[in-house]
């Protein structure tokens, strides 16, 4: 005999309309159903979980064992119920068999899982390509500081020596010296303004400019 059960049952299962017990305790519910021989006619093996003891069902038979689980429809929505019914040479056996995971509950199982895992992949993944990225443009930028580096010193030593060239290596030009100011009251850029009789051409005083001796700085 298999010890998978043909037919797991779940709450009380009728056989021509009388509930289908455990021959030993009269237990009603968590029953399970298996083919015994190989004849259709041959009595079902019928074992109750409440007690373990097993025993034969006239009524249920083989082929009335067949008959439900060629009937039995797959359930269409997670949420339906694996109820049955079946008659098998004027006997009738209905019930409701223990519910299995159906390609319904996997695919629900399965997007229950994506949706809950797909930020923590998605945050995984930006993760892995940044990385990526910076492994990658790690020697790309490494190179483009060194090109810019010797670019810097090319142009530094271009102008170097073209000054150089230009001047005689004279080296570059320094800042010119700021002259100092002059110590000669009223001096402004060289020129004094005095009154004087002297230098007036009425021989009234008049204003006059003339170079200062000092500094000399006039235009």
Not at 17 to 24: K, V
Not at 69 to 87: H, M, N, T, V, Y
Not at 137 to 142: I, S, T, Y
Not at 188 to 200: A, D, E, L
Request: charged letters at 25%.
């Amino acid at each position: 005999m298999n010890t998978t059960p043909d037919l797991k049952l779940v709450g009380v299962a009728l056989v021509d309309g009388r509930p289908l017990a455990c021959a030993d305790c009269d237990n009603t519910f968590s029953l399970e159903v298996h083919k015994r021989g190989p004849f259709e006619t041959g009595p079902a093996w019928v074992c109750c979980l409440a007690c373990g003891h097993g025993g034969e069902d006239q009524a249920v038979t083989n082929g009335l064992v067949d008959a439900v689980l060629d009937g039995w429809a797959q359930r269409q929505k997670s949420a339906d119920r694996d109820q049955f019914i079946a008659e098998w040479r004027g006997t009738v056996l209905e019930g409701e068999l223990y519910p299995t995971l159906d390609v319904y509950q996997a695919a629900g199982a399965a997007k229950a899982v994506y949706e809950g895992a797909q930020p923590h992949v998605k945050r995984w993944l930006r993760g892995k390509k940044r990385s990526a990225k910076a492994v990658v443009k790690a020697p790309l930028r490494l190179a483009k500081t060194k090109a810019g580096e010797a670019s810097a010193s090319v142009k530094v030593a271009a102008v170097g020596a073209a000054w150089d060239l230009q001047t005689g290596g004279a080296g570059l030009p320094g800042k010119p010296s700021r002259m100092g100011r002059c110590r000669v009251k009223g001096c402004r850029k060289g020129w004094v303004t005095i009154t004087t009789r002297v230098h007036s051409t009425t021989g009234k005083k008049q204003q006059q400019r003339i170079r200062c001796a000092v500094c000399d700085r006039a235009d």
